[in-house]
């Protein structure tokens, strides 16, 4: 494990109002930074009486720890998110996408949580599994993201990553906001996600995990998130119309509204 990182960059929208609603604390994916949360999630949800917070690992968007990123495994991340949350009046709800959500299913097996929605996660046999579907039906991808330098985005790599990533209807200004907040991503993060076979589930006392995916996900397949939601034993949620980035898809609405639908089942 790494040394603490302090410098954590921590992205928020409040309630106009008090509220006794949880708050909610969103873990990115790999390669991202809170910034994917901020165009409509937070303010969604901030203006339903929720605190909305976004945080971005170390490394990530403008969180320190960039220096030793290459060597940052999951639990490193593990270790933000817990800091992130342990300066939070009271715990929040944990939402991660991607990775994010691997982040937080390491959590939830070492704890009680008020709560954990799981969006597009990687599934229980790990990452490899998916890398060979990809590089047997897409092989371009691997090729294009096995050197991604968020410095020298080329609009060919652009073109050739957008079908994994986002749908034909999401507008040129979100893509190129997007694109400024890609990162490079920790080689270690990846080995411990391509070997992450489950040995561990939630604490027997811990809250009711929510578990989403989107039919157009050709990243987190709807059987990928169909086997992390039998793993814990919960129905997932499989929406239509979205991509792998749904929280900037046009449709982001009907993955917000679920997340609110599940957030009011928890006392």
């Known amino acids: 494990m790494l040394p603490a990182e302090s410098r954590l960059e921590v992205r928020k929208r409040l309630p106009t109002n008090e509220s006794r609603k949880p708050p909610l604390l969103f873990v990115h994916g790999g390669y991202c930074d809170a910034w994917f949360w901020e165009p409509y ?8 009486g929720y605190a909305a917070y976004a945080l971005s690992l170390r490394g990530h968007g403008a969180s320190g720890g960039g ?9 490193d991340y593990e270790a933000d998110v817990e800091h992130v949350a342990g300066t ?8 991660g996408h991607s990775m994010g959500a691997a982040i937080i299913e390491r959590i939830v097996a070492k704890r009680p949580v008020r709560g954990a929605a799981l969006l597009a996660p990687i599934p229980p046999i790990g990452l490899l599994p998916v890398a060979s579907r990809l590089a047997a039906s897409h092989p371009d991808y ?13 609009s060919d790599v652009l073109q050739a990553l957008r079908p994994f990533y986002f749908s034909a209807d999401v507008p040129a200004k979100v893509l190129a906001e997007a694109a400024r ?24 006392d811990h809250r009711p995990l929510f578990v989403l995916g989107a039919e157009g996900d050709l990243i987190s397949s709807p059987d990928d998130v169909r086997a992390t939601a039998t793993h ?5 949620t499989i929406l239509p119309g979205l991509a792998h980035m749904l929280m900037l898809e046009p449709g982001w609405t009907g993955v917000a509204q679920a997340i609110e639908g599940w957030l009011r089942t928890l006392k």
């Open 67 to 75: 220096d030793t990123l290459y060597i940052a495994g999951l639990g």
């Open 232 to 236: 814990h034993n919960v129905q997932a």
């Open 88 to 95: 939070l009046d009271t715990p929040p709800v944990l939402i």
């Open 142 to 154: 691997l090729m294009q993201m096995g050197g991604v330098d968020p410095s020298r985005l080329s």
């Open 41 to 48: 999630f937070l303010p969604w949800f901030a203006a339903r």
């Open 181 to 204: 907040h890609l990162n490079a991503e920790s080689p270690r993060a990846l080995f411990d996600l391509s070997l992450r076979l489950h040995w561990a589930l939630p604490m027997k």
